[in-house]
C-alpha cells in the first residue's frame, strides 16, 4: 500500500514537471521576423572606418512604400530591416540628411523554414546580390549571405568578436 502512494505521487511529480515545462513561453515569440542587418563605412586614410551617419530613413519600396525609419536624427552605425517574404527581390530606399537618396536593390533565395511546433514557420534568405545606385553610397559589400536566426552554436562558432559586441551578423557592408 505505501509502495503504490509513492509509485503514485512520482507518477504525479513527472506529470507536473510536463505541465510545467509546456507552459513557458517559446524564445521565438520574443524575435520577430529575420532582418537584414547593414553597416555604414568609409575609408579614410586606407584603412576601413566605422561610420556615424546623421538623420537617416528608409523606405521599404513594396506596393504601398512602407516608411520603415523616418529622419531617425541620433546617429546611427547600423541598421537592420526585413525583406520581402513574397518576392525574391526586395527594394529599400535610404535616405542621408534628408536629401540624397540612394536604392539597394537586394536579390536573394527564400527558404521556408520550422522553427518548432509552438512557434511555426519563419523565412530565413541567402543574398546572392545587391545592387545600389550611388548617389551617396560609393559600394557595397555582401560580408554574410545568410538571413536567419542563428543558433548559440552558430553563433559560437563563426561570429566575429565584433558581431558579438553587436548582437547581430552583418550581412552588408555599405561604403559611403
Known amino acids: 500500500m505505501i509502495g503504490n502512494k509513492k509509485y503514485i505521487l512520482l507518477i504525479f511529480a513527472v506529470f507536473a514537471a510536463l505541465i510545467f515545462t509546456k507552459c513557458t513561453q517559446p524564445l521565438c515569440e520574443e524575435k520577430g521576423d529575420v532582418e537584414v542587418n547593414i553597416g555604414f563605412y568609409k575609408i579614410e586614410n586606407s584603412v576601413l572606418a566605422d561610420t556615424l551617419v546623421d538623420s537617416v530613413s528608409v523606405i521599404l519600396d513594396t506596393n504601398i512604400d512602407t516608411v520603415y525609419f523616418e529622419n531617425m536624427t541620433s546617429k546611427v552605425q547600423n541598421l537592420s530591416f526585413p525583406i520581402s517574404i513574397n518576392s525574391d527581390t526586395s527594394k529599400v530606399i535610404i535616405t542621408f540628411d534628408q ?21 511555426g514557420f519563419v523565412y530565413f534568405f541567402e543574398i546572392i546580390d545587391v545592387q545600389n545606385t550611388t548617389n551617396k553610397i560609393s559600394s557595397v559589400w555582401i560580408t554574410n549571405k545568410s538571413v536567419k536566426y542563428w543558433t548559440i552554436d552558430e553563433i559560437n562558432e563563426t561570429w566575429t568578436e565584433e558581431e558579438m559586441k553587436n548582437g547581430f551578423a552583418e550581412n552588408i557592408k555599405i561604403y559611403l
Open 99 to 119: 536629401s540624397v537618396s540612394d536604392t539597394l536593390t537586394f536579390i536573394y533565395k527564400r527558404d521556408l523554414r520550422m522553427i518548432s511546433h509552438e512557434c
